[in-house]
């Protein structure tokens, strides 16, 4: 579609041409009240505080370390002493860092000493964990092609 061009002619008021009163004058902005310099999104402001160093004491020293350094290592920890719903959070983060691949990780724990509560809890994370994952669970059987009849 073309661009419908200006009216050319000798008048002062008309389409494309606003009284001189209500043109915007120089410097001035369209939108006065639009966004103001320096607002951040959601991205920006956990990256700032994720990143945020703090000062911690580990082993009688005064350590500056990122926030999420210290977030990570509260959740391993409290891993090890066996919440093992601190996991849940972490089972995705690792595998997204390549740290673990999703079959080693149930190897792993399938070779960890647990209570029964414990496994549970650690059987219900992984669910969860393999339920954001996206793509075919390899535990499970392949499902049948769809010109192959299931077996009678």
């Known amino acids: 579609m ?3 061009r200006k009216p050319t ?21 369209g939108n006065p ?13 956990l990256e700032e505080e994720l990143f945020r160093p703090i000062t911690v004491q580990e082993g009688g020293r ?16 409290k891993a090890a002493k066996g919440e093992t719903r601190a996991l849940t959070p972490l089972l995705p983060i690792i595998q997204r860092a390549g ?3 999703g079959g080693e990780i149930a190897e792993a724990v399938a070779q960890l000493p647990l209570s029964v509560d414990e496994e549970a809890d650690l059987r219900e994370a992984l669910a969860e964990w393999r339920a954001e994952r996206p793509g075919p669970d390899p535990s499970e059987p392949a499902p049948l092609e769809p010109d192959t009849e299931a077996p009678r």
């Not at 639009?34 to 402001?45: A, Q």
């Not at 005064?62 to 959740?75: E, G, S, W």
């Open 2 to 4: 073309p661009r419908e």
């Open 99 to 101: 740290l673990v691949e």
């Open 62 to 77: 005064r350590r500056t370390v990122p926030i999420l350094a210290v977030v990570v290592r509260q959740a391993l920890a």
């Open 33 to 45: 009240k639009g966004r103001r310099k320096g607002v951040r999104n959601l991205k920006g402001v």
């Open 9 to 29: 002619g000798d008048y002062e008021v008309g389409y494309g041409r606003p009284p001189k009163h209500t043109r915007f004058r120089p410097g001035q902005s």
